[in-house]
């Protein structure tokens, strides 16, 4: 049996989606499948926290818990954690999970019932994944389905703020994956990190601003601005650094500062240059292990300009094929156990290390090590915690 | 609960003040000398006592050198560093300083990282704090 074209699942849902109400993506969905059969369509999507996958209900805006599949131990999971589409069969029929990804930006998980399964099948629904996820960010634009399905919990206005803030969570171009993570993700405040790729290079800045709640997202939204701002210019790193230290120090709260890390990567032939501004210096791993702390100058973090300069050294180093750097807010390395245990830079670095040796992908090592630093604290971090990792192939 | 005592010990008047923190151990106290106080903080501070570093160190005149001692302090955060931060301004708007001194461990590689040591200044102990503060003279 051949699908005609008029049945393609792509096709359908392209031109279901010319009509449908900005809301009723579930509806396109399940319109997309009828010419292959496929019926009970759920659309599971990743929630803030990377924890689980929410299937889409009907009416998001009701207060109800939402039916959740964990990442780690369900078939959705393992179809998001391995971005490959599985297939079970079940019931004289077929069980389908198919990735909801814009290149490593995952956005979650298409679940359907099929009457048969076969590589032509396959071919189309792993199509119709790739066709989901920029017209489900394309909504985000002008209906809150997206955000509303991407949340278990209430979140406070701070995170609310700090998250429309955020570039994609993770994004891949030539040879290149950059991923971060922030926990508490719904009550978030204060850390930040933002990228652009421009011919072949890759800018990126991690921001952890002082404190914590809305003053804290209030300044990091006043520093990300000037960040792109500056970038945008076409600043160095040196002015870049300034630019933002100049924009804090006129924030109108006191005291108004952040430590931050900045940095540069040419995407061509893996050189990287870095500086930090009062931040914990980012971990390099190379063949599965971390190498030792660069010996780096920092300036002081952005807003402390009137004590001493901000700038530091500026560092250059040369990426080589497989290598990874992690950026991090210290509330992962102060995350306590119950007895005061602090995760410490150590278990950061053998942690990293074990994920990398293992060949994860950027986006499952950050979500690994986070979930670790989560667990350790047993869910309860003392500050806000980020991680960003800068994967490098060559 | 935080309470506030004054006494005077010899010639010299002395301010202590208790600041108790969440799980109730962390006790800060100043202490006055002629014009070069110190300000002791103990335990770890966070946002949670903030509040509390500022009364302490609000407590020392800004006409006077603040020595801060971190000697008994075994963490802080950004929040914390803050209060320092505001306080190194507030006394440097006066014409004088605010110096860190003993930070130990965690606490010491905070400073460096920060950048905090190299630009406040930092002593390794309180009786250099003392000295640097003598010489930087009377305000």
């Known amino acids: 049996m051949t699908i005609g074209a008029g049945d393609r699942p792509v096709t359908r849902l392209l031109l279901a989606h010319q009509t449908a109400h900005p809301d009723a993506f579930v509806e396109s969905l399940a319109a997309a499948v009828e010419g292959i059969g496929g019926r009970d369509v759920e659309f599971l999507m990743i929630d803030y926290a990377h924890v689980a996958l929410t299937a889409s209900r009907d009416d998001p805006t009701s207060g109800a818990e939402p039916a959740a599949a964990s990442l780690d131990g369900s078939m959705a999971g393992r179809a998001f954690t391995s971005s490959t589409v599985v297939a079970t069969e079940r019931d004289g029929g077929w069980h389908v999970w198919v990735p909801v990804s814009e290149q490593s930006n995952r956005l979650g998980v298409l679940a359907m019932q099929l009457p048969r399964w076969d590589e032509e099948i396959e071919g189309l629904v792993t199509e119709l994944g790739l066709a989901v996820a920029p017209l489900l960010l394309a909504s985000a634009q002008y209906t809150d389905l997206p955000h509303l399905m991407s949340r278990r919990h209430d979140m406070d206005l701070a995170a609310e703020m700090q998250w429309s803030l955020l570039p994609p969570l993770s994004f891949s171009a030539a040879g290149m994956t950059i991923a971060g993570l922030l926990q508490p993700a719904y009550e978030v405040g204060g850390d930040c990190f933002d990228y652009a790729f421009n011919d072949g290079r890759l800018d990126f800045a991690v921001v952890d601003t002082v404190g914590h709640g809305l003053n804290s997202a209030v300044l990091a939204a006043l520093m990300i601005g000037a960040y792109r701002h500056g970038r945008r210019a076409g600043d160095d790193l040196a002015d870049l650094a300034s630019r933002i230290d100049a924009a804090a120090r006129a924030y109108p709260g006191h005291p108004a500062f952040g430590t931050a890390i900045l940095g540069r990567l040419d995407t061509w032939d893996g050189t990287m240059t870095w500086m930090t501004c009062g931040h914990p210096l980012p971990i390099f791993v190379r063949n599965g292990a971390t190498l030792s702390e660069p010996d780096v100058r920092p300036g002081l973090p952005l807003g402390m300009g009137d004590l001493g300069p901000v700038v530091g050294d500026i560092v250059q180093v040369v990426l080589q094929p497989g290598d990874g750097v992690l950026f991090y807010t210290d509330g992962v390395t102060d995350s306590r156990m119950p007895d005061g245990t602090a995760f410490g830079e150590d278990r950061l670095r053998d942690i990293l290390a074990r994920e990398q040796a293992a060949g994860a992908n950027p986006h499952e090592v950050v979500r690994r090590v986070i979930r670790t630093a989560v667990e350790h604290s047993e869910g309860d971090l003392r500050d806000d915690a980020t991680m960003v990792y800068l994967g490098w192939k060559g | ?139």
């Open chain 2, 1 to 139: 609960m935080a309470t506030h005592e004054e006494s005077v010990v010899g010639d010299q008047p002395m301010t202590t003040v208790h600041a108790g923190g969440p799980d109730g151990c962390d006790v800060t106290e100043v202490v006055m000398t002629r014009n070069v106080r110190v300000a002791t903080l103990e335990g770890e501070l966070d946002i949670s006592t903030v509040d509390e570093i500022d009364r302490v160190l609000a407590g020392v005149a800004l006409a006077d050198h603040m020595i801060i001692d971190l000697g008994r302090v075994s963490f802080v955060d950004s929040g914390a560093l803050s209060r320092f931060v505001q306080a190194a301004r507030r006394h440097r708007a006066a014409g004088s300083r605010v110096i860190i001194a003993d930070a130990r461990g965690a606490v010491r590689r905070v400073l460096a990282i920060t950048q905090l040591d190299a630009v406040l200044p930092y002593a390794e102990d309180v009786d250099t704090a003392r000295s640097l503060a003598a010489s930087l003279g009377e305000s």
